[in-house]
């Protein structure tokens, strides 16, 4: 793409991790340039995001997420350069309301007619701007349930969201409810921005456990589900559809090795003991600690070699290629992942190559692996070129 769209995205500290992490991943998988600003800070900087997620409390719970990388100064961008506009949820809208500058870019999206996706509470921000343009008045707007009032308030046409997942359009505004609505949230941004995917339908699996790493599978999962040719399910040994599966945030913190953190809760969609894989087209396989112990299931041996002896796309990251290794289907096979990982793909029978910088990934035949979650935006549209999926501005 020789001049890709160009999307904003207004961070802030306490942002929701993955209301932050995966559009930004999914856009930039998809072809776009993507850059990521907070006021006060600069490019390089991190913002702390949260997890938010329900709980058997009147409100969801909170918990620290990954630190989320600046990509860009805010102090330096030019809001004429720009296609789109994103603005996750979280706490940071609270403060980032507040902000003069911010609600000046936002009114400036609004008055030019881009699309503006924005996301939970990222909605109070886009109530702030209203005194200044009319971002959303007379407007259908929905976010999650308790930034209602403040949008009624502010003269939007408020739209109760039904569901987590409830996500509404109205002309270039896209808003949804929360994370749960990723799917529907990016799919509707990306055709506001002029983009059509293209591929044919494919089913594809997640094969998850305890405490995989958050991102590694919450980002593909989400980037695959959006694009319409894409059908996916997730299983996990032992658990059906509707359980969940812990997950842990890795992140890379100053340490000899990298932190972990209790993530998100991932919704499984299907049982594992009913799956029958002659009937999806590829394997994404996350990594974190999971790994460790689906690699000693013999059930999860035998998924794994049904899609590589088929030929079929497979996707692996960081520790996933220590069940690739166990199911000895990496001899002759060139890969990279996680650096703690190149014993088991060495002793496996495959070439490891280097994952420098470790958001390198590579493909292999029917093989994508990558080293860990910075590499996803390689990681998915390599994946991707394997299906046949592309998505077209």
Same mark, same amino acid.
């Given at each position: 793409?020789?001049?890709?769209?160009?999307?904003?995205?207004?961070?802030?500290?306490?942002?929701?991790?993955?209301?932050? *992490?995966?559009?930004?991943?999914?856009?930039?998988?998809?072809?776009?340039?993507?850059?990521?600003?907070?006021?006060?800070?600069?490019?390089?900087?991190?913002?702390?995001?949260?997890?938010?997620?329900?709980?058997?409390?009147?409100?969801?719970?909170?918990?620290?997420?990954?630190?989320?990388?600046?990509?860009?100064?805010?102090?330096?961008?030019?809001?004429?350069?720009?296609?789109?506009?994103?603005?996750?949820?979280?706490?940071?809208?609270?403060?980032?309301?507040?902000?003069?500058?911010?609600?000046?870019?936002?009114?400036?999206?609004?008055?030019?007619?881009?699309?503006?996706?924005?996301?939970?509470?990222?909605?109070?921000?886009?109530?702030?701007?209203?005194?200044?343009?009319?971002?959303?008045?007379?407007?259908?707007?929905?976010?999650?349930?308790?930034?209602?009032?403040?949008?009624?308030?502010?003269?939007?046409?408020?739209?109760?969201?039904?569901?987590?997942?409830?996500?509404?359009?109205?002309?270039?505004?896209?808003?949804?409810?929360?994370?749960?609505?990723?799917?529907?949230?990016?799919?509707?941004?990306?055709?506001?921005?002029?983009?059509?995917?293209?591929?044919?339908?494919?089913?594809?699996?997640?094969?998850?456990?305890?405490?995989?790493?958050?991102?590694?599978?919450?980002?593909?999962?989400?980037?695959?589900?959006?694009?319409?040719?894409?059908?996916?399910?997730?299983?996990?040994?032992?658990?059906?559809?509707?359980?969940?599966?812990?997950?842990?945030?890795?992140?890379?913190?100053?340490?000899?090795?990298?932190?972990?953190?209790?993530?998100?809760?991932?919704?499984?969609?299907?049982?594992?003991?009913?799956?029958?894989?002659?009937?999806?087209?590829?394997?994404?396989?996350?990594?974190?600690?999971?790994?460790?112990?689906?690699?000693?299931?013999?059930?999860?041996?035998?998924?794994?070699?049904?899609?590589?002896?088929?030929?079929?796309?497979?996707?692996?990251?960081?520790?996933?290629?220590?069940?690739?290794?166990?199911?000895?289907?990496?001899?002759?096979?060139?890969?990279?992942?996680?650096?703690?990982?190149?014993?088991?793909?060495?002793?496996?029978?495959?070439?490891?190559?280097?994952?420098?910088?470790?958001?390198?990934?590579?493909?292999?035949?029917?093989?994508?692996?990558?080293?860990?979650?910075?590499?996803?935006?390689?990681?998915?549209?390599?994946? *991707?070129?394997?299906?046949?999926?592309?998505?077209?501005?």
């Amino acid at each position: 793409m020789a001049n890709p769209k160009k999307v904003l995205m207004i961070c802030g500290d306490y942002m929701e991790d993955s209301e932050a *992490m995966v559009p930004f991943q999914a856009l930039q998988a998809y072809g776009l340039s993507v850059d990521a600003v907070c006021p006060g800070k600069k490019s390089g900087d991190i913002c702390r995001t949260a997890i938010h997620q329900g709980s058997p409390h009147q409100t969801y719970s909170e918990s620290r997420g990954h630190n989320f990388t600046l990509n860009a100064t805010f102090d330096e961008i030019d809001a004429n350069t720009y296609d789109g506009l994103v603005l996750p949820g979280g706490r940071a809208p609270e403060y980032l309301a507040m902000n003069e500058s911010v609600l000046n870019l936002v009114t400036h999206f609004a008055k030019s007619g881009k699309p503006i996706a924005s996301i939970c509470h990222g909605q109070l921000i886009l109530a702030a701007a209203a005194a200044k343009a009319d971002v959303i008045k007379g407007r259908k707007v929905t976010a999650y349930a308790t930034v209602g009032p403040v949008l009624a308030a502010a003269g939007a046409h408020w739209v109760h969201p039904e569901t987590l997942a409830s996500c509404t359009v109205d002309g270039n505004l896209i808003t949804a409810a929360s994370y749960v609505g990723h799917p529907e949230f990016i799919r509707h941004f990306i055709k506001a921005l002029g983009a059509t995917v293209v591929g044919s339908n494919k089913r594809i699996l997640f094969l998850c456990g305890d405490y995989m790493e958050d991102y590694e599978v919450m980002v593909p999962f989400q980037s695959l589900e959006a694009l319409e040719c894409c059908y996916v399910d997730a299983v996990c040994p032992e658990k059906k559809a509707g359980d969940t599966c812990p997950t842990a945030v890795h992140d890379f913190e100053g340490d000899q090795t990298y932190s972990e953190k209790t993530g998100h809760d991932f919704t499984l969609t299907a049982n594992f003991h009913d799956v029958d894989a002659s009937t999806y087209d590829a394997l994404v396989i996350p990594g974190g600690r999971a790994p460790e112990y689906l690699a000693l299931d013999p059930t999860v041996i035998k998924l794994v070699k049904h899609f590589m002896d088929s030929g079929k796309p497979v996707a692996s990251i960081c520790h996933g290629q220590q069940i690739l290794s166990a199911a000895g289907v990496l001899k002759g096979k060139k890969c990279t992942a996680y650096p703690a990982v190149k014993l088991n793909v060495e002793l496996g029978g495959a070439t490891w190559l280097e994952p420098d910088p470790i958001d390198r990934c590579f493909t292999d035949g029917n093989l994508v692996t990558g080293a860990a979650w910075p590499g996803h935006p390689q990681f998915i549209a390599q994946f *991707m070129s394997l299906l046949g999926v592309k998505v077209c501005f």
